[in-house]
């Protein structure tokens, strides 16, 4: 009888480890796709240090390259995990990288690249959040990457991951970048 009063703890221990892996596994990449097949949302946004000059707008995604969109905050911690594999799509010559600073404080997120290094060509400041969701965000990080005709190509929700950067983000790439060739 008294290994019987050990079950329910078992039950809860085991529960508790399966949702606790899936916190940290790759979110599906298809997730919300309505925006993907369909040109980016039109939008302007600030510099992060605000000295009024656009710091990203829709018209930089138009520049003959592969545009990687990524929306993170200094806040988020996939953001932070997922960091080193920005820095290593920034050194890829056929991409340029964006990113939209979603609902942080300019200071933090000046001292978090800082801290990490600024993998990103221009950024943009969305203080509200409204131009994260017009392109469809729930959440920091999602990264979208964009033709070089401005359209969105797909959408990885969740922190990037050296699998998902090596397995599906950089094959994409380079199908995209043989079109264009």
């Known amino acids: 009888m008294t290994a019987l009063r050990w079950v329910p703890f078992v ?13 940290f596994v790759d ?17 302007v946004l600030p510099a992060l240090d605000q000295a009024g000059e656009v710091g ?7 520049d003959g390259h592969i545009s990687i969109v990524n929306v993170w905050s200094s806040w ?18 056929r991409v ?8 942080d404080a300019p200071e933090d997120a000046l001292e978090f690249l800082e801290e990490l290094g600024d993998p990103f060509d221009r950024i943009g400041l969305d203080q509200d959040g409204r131009v994260s969701f017009d392109w469809g965000v729930t959440g920091p ?5 964009v033709g070089p005709d401005g359209t969105i190509i797909a959408k990885h929700i969740g922190a990037i991951t050296p699998d998902t950067l090596e397995f599906s983000i950089r094959p994409l790439i380079a199908e995209v970048a043989e079109q264009q060739e």
């Open 11 to 23: 039950l809860i221990f085991l529960l508790t480890g399966v949702f606790g892996i899936a916190l």
């Open 27 to 43: 979110r599906p990449s298809e997730g919300s796709l309505a925006l993907v097949g369909e040109p980016a949302p039109d939008f």
């Open 56 to 62: 990203l707008a829709s018209a930089d995604l138009l």
């Open 76 to 93: 988020c911690a996939p953001c932070r995990i997922e960091h080193p594999q920005l820095m290593a799509l920034a050194r890829d010559p």
């Open 96 to 103: 340029r990288v964006y990113g939209i600073n979603y609902r």
């Open 141 to 145: 990080p999602e990264t979208f990457i």
